[in-house]
């Protein structure tokens, strides 16, 4: 599974790497998260505004800042996906 960041290094997007880190270290899964800074790559997901979160290949999130606890509902949710 993999959680990715997208954003071009702005103070908004090292928020959102933040959050995203401390929805992982809670979920307790292994989850590998990477930080997405070239505008080509982030294009590639269709998204329009930054911060922008993809979990598992789906953008959750664009142009805002979602707090930790709705990034570990995603994950899990992915989680239980890719088991089913």
Known sequence: MKVKVLGT???????LYAEAEKAIASSGQAVE??????I???MKHGVMMTPALVVDGEVKASGRIP???EIVTWIMNALSKEKA
């Open 9 to 15: 290094g702005c103070p908004k997007c090292k928020k």
């Open 40 to 42: 080509e790559d982030i």
């Open 67 to 69: 707090a930790a606890p």
């Open 33 to 38: 998260l990477e930080k997405v800074e070239k």
